[in-house]
């Protein structure tokens, strides 16, 4: 299962995470960050979601590699959505450079709260995240991604 701790995040991005819940704070935006690390077999267990057919397995078959991670487990519906384009490794949360996260109402992820996320966008493009939101091709609006650290280190060998 994914990690949620600040820790498991690159110095320079979890820097940048915390400005981001410190400025949504500010603003009275309670937000939970609920993905940070993620590992290159959940990345690609993801990935499976919405291509069952491709990988030649069942809804079974994939729940159970779910399980075995500790994830939860899909419907007929759920499994036919496609969550993500990246395979393992080519996800910045392999890396430690990307996080997910909700606002929350009364303590409760409020998913669909699409004006305090275009909040939020802008605050994670303050600290210098890009935000998913804005995204042409697949719009993740939980997803924040430090892209100018990851070219800086990854990109140059550094890690």
């Not at 490794?89 to 004006?115: I, M, T």
Request: proline fraction near 3%; hydrophobic fraction near 35%; charged fraction near 35%.
């Amino acid at each position: 299962m994914a990690s949620r701790k600040l820790e498991d995040l690159h110095p320079v991005t979890r820097e940048k995470a915390r400005q981001f819940l410190e400025l949504a704070q500010e603003e009275g935006i309670d937000v939970l960050i609920y993905c940070t690390y993620r590992s290159p077999e959940e990345q690609e267990i993801l990935y499976m979601q919405g291509r069952l057919e491709k990988f030649g397995i069942t809804l079974e078959e994939l729940n159970q590699k779910r399980k075995e991670l500790g994830l939860w487990q899909l419907t007929e519906k759920e499994a036919r959505r496609k969550v993500t384009y990246a395979r393992a490794w080519q996800s910045f949360h392999q890396y430690g450079f990307a996080f997910d996260c909700v606002p929350l109402a009364g303590g409760k992820a409020d998913w669909n709260n699409r004006e305090a996320y275009q909040r939020l966008g802008e605050i994670g493009e303050k600290v210098g995240l890009e935000w998913a939101g804005n995204w042409k091709r697949f719009r993740e609006y939980p997803h924040f991604q430090d892209t100018d650290t990851y070219m800086k280190v990854v990109k140059k060998g550094k890690i």
